[in-house]
């Protein structure tokens, strides 16, 4: 029971970290990762949200990772991408107006803040291994079928999202680059905290549990 609610708290706690470091970069205008820059351009092409798009982008990458590992869609993974798209779109009407960097140095601290809490937030939620955003599952995907690391794994992912967001007119910029080249690096950092982290409270609660 207790280890069911450990993992409910890392995967909520993730999602809630990583959306607030993505409404962070879209907030930047520097340009946001390449994920997020094709929910935007995709938002400016057809309407919705950017929530909205979190999920029907979510729902393709299921079914890409089903046919790539050639099992059944993870269809329970789109309920991260719903939590998600909700937080991404409540984070922007909540730092609407509180964060609106004019300066460079302003930008460039919102985007690498940014940038920061969603390799934060996503090293959480993969410890929670209970519905992991499509793209993150991606991920590892292609770190389970080619040995690449988990850094590299993901900038291979973020390159075709790049093109999809270039098509579709998404916000690229030098901020997309450094999303792209860094938050495989700060997931990577923080996974080894977040294990720590993981592991310590797994002790506790077993020593407080009759």
Same mark, same amino acid.
């Given at each position: ?59 393709? &990458? #299921? !079914?890409?990772?089903? *046919?790539?590992?050639?099992?059944? /869609?993870?269809?329970?993974?789109? @309920?991260? =991408?719903l939590i998600t ?24 601290s919102c985007l ?46 973020? &390159? #075709? !999202?790049?093109?999809? *967001?270039?098509?579709?007119?998404? /916000?690229?910029?030098?901020?997309? @680059?450094? =999303? ?31």
């Open positions: 029971m207790f280890q069911s609610r450990q993992r409910f708290i890392f995967y909520v706690s993730g999602i809630i970290i990583m959306t607030f470091g993505i409404a962070l970069t879209i907030r930047s205008l520097m340009g946001t990762s390449p994920f997020d820059a094709l929910l935007v351009g995709l938002f400016q092409t057809f309407g919705l949200t950017i929530g909205s798009w979190e999920i029907v982008v979510g729902l393709a &990458l #299921v !079914l890409f990772n089903a *046919a790539a590992q050639r099992r059944k /869609p993870e269809y329970f993974a789109l @309920l991260t =991408s798209g909700m937080g991404i779109d409540l984070w922007l009407f909540v730092l609407g107006d509180l964060i609106s960097p004019i300066t460079l140095f302003g930008q460039a690498i803040l940014g940038v920061g809490f969603v390799g934060l937030g996503v090293a959480v939620n993969l410890q929670a291994d209970f519905a992991p955003n499509p793209m993150d599952r991606s991920m590892l995907v292609i770190n389970e079928l080619t040995g690449l690391n988990v850094a590299i794994s993901r900038a291979l992912v973020s &390159l #075709v !999202l790049v093109i999809l *967001a270039f098509i579709f007119s998404g /916000p690229i910029g030098i901020g997309t @680059l450094f =999303s792209a080249l860094f938050t495989g690096v700060f997931i990577k950092f923080f996974m080894h905290y977040t294990a720590r982290l993981n592991k310590n409270m797994n002790t506790y609660l077993k020593s407080i549990t009759p």
